[in-house]
């Protein structure tokens, strides 16, 4: 499976279970791989045959600075469920971090991975 890549996205965003850390953003870094098949976009050099990483991008953004969570897992799987809405995404790959949030390290998150039902499969297994 191809991937279309978005590294190191910051985004300022509520996102925590402490008194300080729900009165003000703070920095979410994300990165996202979005599985893909990028053959078509290939051969017609066609953007709307592949995954535009800039209205992803985009959408994201808003996403993060517009909602609050107490976890990163929640702010995480909410990115994903976004993702796997655009055009051409198979599946996803998302890193949530809080740079700076435990003392000693360069940050703390989370990752998951996700990927669409195939049509007509109930027995997929859903990550």
């Known amino acids: 499976m191809d991937q279309v890549l978005v590294k190191d996205l910051l985004v300022r965003g509520v996102i925590g279970i402490t008194d300080t850390e729900r009165e003000r953003p703070q920095d979410i870094l994300i990165n996202l791989v979005l599985y893909t098949d ?3 976009a290939g051969e ?5 045959e592949s995954v535009n990483y800039s209205t992803v991008t985009k959408k994201v953004y808003e996403l993060v600075e517009h909602n609050t969570r ?8 909410d990115i994903s469920r976004l993702c796997l809405a655009m ?7 998302v890193r949530v971090e809080k ?7 360069s940050s703390v998150g ?8 195939p049509e007509g499969d109930s027995t997929w297994p859903i990550g």
């Open 38 to 40: 990028t053959r078509k």
């Open 87 to 93: 055009p051409n995404v198979r599946g996803v790959r």
């Open 70 to 77: 107490y976890t990163v897992e929640a702010l995480a799987a």
């Open 99 to 105: 740079p700076g949030a435990v003392r000693f390290t």
């Open 110 to 117: 989370v990752e998951i991975e996700r990927m669409q039902v």
């Open 44 to 48: 017609t050099d066609d953007v709307n």
